[in-house]
């Protein structure tokens, strides 16, 4: 997982509450994207960007924003936590097709 | 709209055996099709990368094959060993988008 950092590891917020999931990459990649890995369900797309300025809906999109200001960083806003957004939550980044994946980040909402 | 499966779920083999690990997609016109490794409570590692123009790849002990007419690809594993416990993963990326759709995955575990 080198080159592609997540934070924070760990989070419990109640329902209704905000935060940001930070990620960051040194590895200049274009691309980023954000997934939940729910039991059963593998890894869910929820937002991507191929660049800085763009970015756009996945799968599951709802209840969550993104921004690229920069090449190196692509955070994920939950503006309102539901506990239905209780999962972990993996950044990635891409190079010649190959996704680089974080270390992931545990969220429960209570 | 892209699914992908994988079956088994999990399974469970003695050290040493050869072991095919299967991953099925519903729509043929696929960009490339990407293998990954996940550990415990850890990120994805990525493995094996296919492009659409490829039938297969090989990396060491794995190899995987890709078949886009009948929507397959498939992960050797040859003489497998206790450290190759972990979940496999298929993500398939579709023709004209930048989405990666992943299958639910296969827990695999090898006994010493």
């Known amino acids: 997982n080198a080159g592609v950092t997540q934070t924070p590891k760990f989070q419990v917020l109640k329902t209704g509450q905000s935060m940001t999931l930070q990620c960051a990459q040194d590895?200049?990649?274009?691309?980023m994207s954000w997934y939940r890995q729910d039991p059963g369900m593998g890894l869910r797309l929820i937002h991507y960007s191929v660049g800085a300025g763009i970015t756009d809906q996945g799968e599951v999109p709802n209840g969550y924003n993104v921004s690229r200001s920069t090449t190196e960083d692509f955070p994920l806003r939950l503006l309102s936590a539901a506990p239905s957004q209780t999962s972990v939550y993996f950044c990635?980044?891409?190079?010649?097709?190959?996704?680089?994946f974080g270390s992931g980040t545990q969220l429960s909402v209570l | 709209k892209q699914e992908v499966t994988q079956i088994p779920a999990a399974l469970s083999v003695p050290e040493g055996e050869n072991l095919v690990l299967n991953c099925s997609f519903t729509?043929?016109?696929?960009?490339?099709l990407q293998w990954f490794r996940q550990d415990p409570g850890k990120g994805l590692t990525s493995l094996l990368l296919?492009?659409?123009?490829?039938r297969e790849q090989t990396s060491g002990r794995l190899n995987a094959s890709l078949d886009k007419s009948s929507g397959r690809s498939t992960l050797y594993i040859a003489a497998s060993q206790p450290g190759d416990s972990a979940t496999y993963l298929c993500?398939?990326?579709?023709?004209?988008?930048?989405?990666?759709?992943f299958g639910t995955g296969t827990r695999l575990k090898v006994l010493a």
């Open positions: 729509d043929s016109a696929i960009y490339n």
């Open positions: 296919i492009q659409s123009s490829q």
């Open positions: 990635a980044s891409k190079v010649e097709e190959k996704l680089f």
């Open positions: 590895m200049n990649h274009e691309y």
């Open positions: 993500a398939v990326r579709s023709s004209g988008t930048y989405k990666y759709i």
